[in-house]
């Protein structure tokens, strides 16, 4: 177990929809990064925080947004969903990003029906 | 720019074999490298990491990788394959200063059988 915590596991939603994915990262870290991982485009990195503040902005498309809350948990929102965000999506947490060792969540499996 | 380039999507070794996992970067810093296993319906844990210092790095479950700087290499190795080797294996590469630290850069993946 990681200690960082994402729900939920599994989310079936239609075209056109609004999700949100929830991310708890481990106890002390301040850093939360979102990752996607999917057959075509492999994992790829969408967006990082740090307490509280954007700091890094990966291939996130402009239908996505992501806020990390004061007591460091964040969200992933996304919205206009197409089939091609079908996908696993996966939250990673760090104390900060120097020396970058990340701890990930187990995911969340986006099913675009 | 960083980039890196796993080759071979999928290995196959007989069980008690080496295993052999190539990764190759690109940075235009000194870089950050990893290795990340990723068993099936699970997330990413962290194998083994290369911040600074000795070059040959050893991780849990018995693999180890070589930092290679005049060959841009940083391939994983384990000198006997066990069953639960099998899961699929992440290069991952990270600048090591300043606004290039933070986000990794993950290769395609490779993905390790092992057969009895």
């Known amino acids: 177990d990681s200690g960082v915590t994402q729900t939920p596991k599994h989310l079936i939603t239609a075209t056109g929809q609004r999700v949100t994915l929830r991310c708890s990262p481990r106890s002390g870290d301040l850093s939360v990064y979102w990752y996607q991982q999917s057959l075509d485009q492999g994992l790829q990195f969408l967006i990082q925080?740090?307490?509280?503040?954007?700091?890094a902005k990966g291939n996130i498309l402009e239908r996505f947004s992501a806020q990390q809350f004061p007591d460091l948990h964040s969200e992933l929102n996304l919205s206009s969903l197409e089939l091609g965000d079908s996908a696993l999506y996966f939250c990673?947490?760090?104390?900060?990003?120097?020396?970058?060792?990340?701890?990930f969540g187990a995911g969340t499996r986006l099913s675009v029906l | 720019a960083q980039s890196v380039t796993q080759l071979g999507s999928h290995v196959s070794v007989s069980e008690g074999a080496l295993v052999l996992l190539r990764c190759n970067y690109s940075s235009s810093v000194p870089p950050y490298l990893f290795w990340y296993v990723q068993y099936p319906n699970q997330g990413l844990q962290l194998l083994l990491k290369?911040?600074?210092?000795?070059?040959l790095v050893k991780g849990i479950n018995g693999f180890e990788a070589e930092f290679k700087k005049s060959e841009t290499s940083f391939h994983l190795t384990k000198p006997s394959a066990h069953m639960s080797d099998a899961a699929e294996y992440f290069c991952?590469?990270?600048?090591?200063?300043?606004?290039?630290?933070?986000?990794?850069?993950f290769g395609k993946g490779t993905k390790l059988s092992v057969k009895p």
């Open positions: 990673a947490s760090s104390v900060s990003w120097t020396k970058n060792i990340q701890y």
């Open positions: 925080y740090y307490n509280g503040e954007e700091r």
């Open positions: 290369y911040t600074t210092g000795a070059t």
């Open positions: 991952a590469v990270s600048g090591n200063y300043g606004g290039s630290q933070g986000n990794l850069i």
